[in-house]
C-alpha cells in the first residue's frame, strides 16, 4: 500500500513557475514508476509526466515538453514536478500516481497503469 500526498499547488501568473512536490509512504517507493496526471474542469483526466523507479528515464506530454521537468529523490520518497513557462492552459488539479514496476526501465503514460493515486493539488495560471 502506497499514499501519496502532493503539495505546492497554487495561483500563478502566466509565465511563472511552480514546484509540486509528492510525498510517498512506505517502504518500498524505489520500486514504483511515478506519474504526474491534471485534470482541467470538464476535461478528462490527462497524462503530463512520468519517471522510472531508477530515475533514468522521464517520459512527457508534448504538451509540457520543454517547459516541466520530473524528478524524484528516492531517499525522500519524494517525486518532483517542476513548472516553467506556465500558460492558463496548464489550469488543472493535478495528480501523482504510483505504478508498481520495478526494474521496468521505462514509466507508462497511461492512467489505468498506476495503482495509486494522490488527491489533487489545485493550479491555477492567470493570464
Known amino acids: 500500500q502506497v499514499q501519496l500526498v502532493e503539495s505546492g499547488g497554487g495561483l500563478v501568473q502566466a509565465g511563472g513557475s511552480l514546484r509540486l512536490s509528492c510525498a510517498a509512504s512506505?517502504?518500498?517507493?524505489?520500486?514504483?514508476?511515478m506519474g504526474w496526471f491534471r485534470q482541467a474542469p470538464g476535461k478528462e483526466r490527462e497524462f503530463v509526466a512520468a519517471i522510472s523507479w531508477s530515475g533514468g528515464s522521464t517520459y512527457y506530454a508534448d504538451s509540457v515538453k520543454g517547459r516541466f521537468t520530473i524528478s524524484r529523490d528516492n531517499a525522500k520518497n519524494t517525486v518532483y514536478l517542476q513548472m516553467n513557462s506556465l500558460k492558463p492552459e496548464d489550469t488543472a488539479v493535478y495528480y501523482c500516481a504510483a505504478d508498481f514496476a520495478p526494474g521496468r526501465s521505462e514509466p507508462n503514460s497511461g492512467a489505468y497503469e498506476y495503482d495509486y493515486w494522490g488527491q489533487g493539488t489545485q493550479v491555477t495560471v492567470s493570464s
Open positions: 512506505g517502504r518500498t517507493f524505489s520500486s514504483y514508476a
